[in-house]
């Protein structure tokens, strides 16, 4: 397991806060999140205001629309830093098919909260496969991309540079059940290659091998995913 601890003079950036349930329900009708879902903004707001309860947890709470009614593929697009708009990087065309985890429930509703949420930056530099186990040891549970863009589109300030996340609870099945290497992750593109130079310091949906470290990537999890 590699040493995470950072050195004394380091201190690690705050995590924004999260708006409260309400604005957070006026923010996915504002980018037509509902309407990608099939989901009516007066229910999405009833939701919210159901689930406000929930709001004094620690990390504060996500509203989440259920990625089988919005694919990461439909909300990456609503992204934006600088005024520019997020991208799936183009060897991820299959975005969609990243699935959750065999071990994780989800709620069976189109919309749900999760609570506790955590960039995961005392896991930087280490790897997916090492940081899952560790995550889920804590009690916790590791964030899905749709919930990673979720969070991002709900607080655009939670991609800092030198300080994103990657997304581990969802992960590709191939053929024959073994999953695939890749695992997705937020970041802030650097507009380079194929990105393009126009993309620079737009939000990207990427991915980074399961074996692999990297020093500005954390781990995104939360502590309950729950309907109220």
């Not at 259920?66 to 990461?72: G, K, L, S, V």
């Not at 520019?84 to 429930?105: E, H, I, N, R």
């Not at 896991?123 to 916790?140: F, H, I, K, Q, Y």
């Not at 059940?177 to 890749?182: E, Y």
Request: aromatic share 6%; net charge neutral; charged share 20%.
């Amino acid at each position: 397991m590699p040493d995470t601890t950072p050195a004394p003079a380091t201190v690690l950036p705050a995590v924004p806060a999260l708006p409260a349930l309400r604005a957070q329900a006026e923010r996915l009708i504002e980018l037509g999140v509902h309407a990608i879902a099939g989901l009516p903004a007066a229910g999405v707001r009833a939701f919210a205001a159901r689930a406000g309860a929930a709001e004094d947890a620690d990390g504060g709470v996500l509203l989440a629309v259920h990625p089988d009614r919005a694919p990461a593929s439909a909300l990456a697009p609503l992204l934006r830093r600088d005024g520019k708009p997020g991208f799936v990087v183009g060897d991820m065309s299959d975005v969609d098919l990243f699935t959750p985890l065999d071990t994780l429930a989800l709620p069976h509703a189109p919309l749900y909260v999760l609570t506790g949420l955590d960039r995961g930056d005392r896991m930087a530099n280490w790897s997916p496969d090492e940081a899952l186990p560790a995550v889920t040891a804590e009690g916790r549970t590791p964030l899905l991309l749709a919930e990673g863009i979720h969070w991002v589109l709900q607080q655009p300030a939670v991609l800092q540079r030198n300080h994103c996340f990657m997304t581990i609870g969802s992960r590709l099945r191939k053929a024959g059940g073994a999953l695939d290497a890749r695992t997705p992750a937020l970041w802030i593109s650097n507009g380079t290659g194929r990105d393009g130079r126009e993309r620079r310091n737009a939000p990207k949906v990427g991915w980074c091998w399961a074996g692999n470290r990297h020093t500005w990537l954390g781990f995104g999890s939360a502590t309950d995913r729950r309907t109220a």
